[in-house]
């Protein structure tokens, strides 16, 4: 199972990024999967979250109408729309993933047990 991130950068307050996500190992059919973040001196957090199964998303609050999660199953990629990012939603994103659990709310919840790398966000003026 691998599940590489990508498409993190610099971008100003106001603006948008996309997040990419290419898994091999499984397929997008089943399990959920979703999008983590770390800040500096804070706990990761899961802010986006997709079932595979059923289509079924959960965000936090905080990113709630302002990140989209979707897939393209045909590509094995999952995506993380941003827009009007805010400086506190700067950090590191990780893609990750638990192949016994098809809810998206149970995994940006828990601790995901499949982790790809991380790709740095940084929103900043």
């Known amino acids: 199972v691998q599940l590489q991130a990508s498409g993190g950068g610099l971008v100003k307050p106001g603006g948008s990024l996309t997040l990419s996500c290419v898994v091999s190992?499984?397929?997008?059919?089943?399990?959920?999967i979703g999008w983590f973040r770390q800040a500096p001196g804070k706990e990761r957090e899961g802010v986006s979250c997709?079932?595979?199964?059923?289509?079924?998303?959960h965000y936090s609050d905080s990113v709630k109408g302002r990140f989209t999660i979707s897939k393209d199953a045909a590509k094995n990629t999952v995506y993380l729309k941003m827009d009007d990012l805010r400086p506190e939603d700067s950090g590191i994103y990780y893609c990750?993933?638990?192949?016994?659990?098809?809810?998206?709310?149970?995994?940006?919840?828990?601790?995901?047990?499949?982790w790809g790398q991380g790709t740095l966000v940084t929103v900043s003026s």
């Open positions: 190992g499984f397929t997008l059919n089943r399990p959920a």
């Open positions: 990750a993933t638990d192949l016994g659990h098809s809810s998206s709310y149970a995994l940006c919840t828990r601790r995901p047990t499949e």
């Open positions: 997709l079932s595979t199964l059923n289509d079924i998303t």
